[in-house]
């Protein structure tokens, strides 16, 4: 089973960037749909943001315009750039895939946002 270590997560001020990254195990060409999930403290995980193996994409609601979600399936990776960041966004965020089974799940990567 393919697992996912996330990195890229760091404290930024409203209105910043980051680019986090995740790196598979193994192959990914695979794996149909993988997605960008976080949780917020005292929150359930959410799903953020989807990738197909064709390129097609779809993200939750408040993220849409801010946040672009990228795959390479040579490289085995899967990549979340955030812009415009705000408050809400702090949460850890994780990768793994992002339909049926999930794989187990990583540490996450933790952002934050704030002034």
């Known amino acids: 089973q393919v697992t996912f270590v996330e990195s890229g997560g760091d404290l930024v001020q409203p209105g910043g960037s980051l680019r986090l990254s995740c790196v598979a195990s193994?192959?990914?060409?695979?794996?149909?749909?993988l997605g960008w999930f976080r949780q917020a403290p005292g929150k359930e995980r959410e799903l953020v943001a989807t990738?197909?193996?064709?390129?097609?994409?779809n993200y939750e609601e408040s993220v849409k315009g801010r946040f672009t979600i990228s795959r390479d399936n040579a490289k085995n990776t899967v990549n979340l750039h955030m812009a415009n960041l705000k408050p809400d966004d702090t949460a850890t965020y994780y990768c793994?895939?992002?339909?049926?089974?999930?794989?187990?799940w990583g540490q996450g990567t933790r952002v934050t946002v704030s002034s």
């Open positions: 193994g192959p990914i060409f695979r794996i149909t749909v």
């Open positions: 793994n895939i992002g339909m049926g089974l999930r794989s187990a």
């Open positions: 990738i197909a193996n064709g390129g097609s994409t």
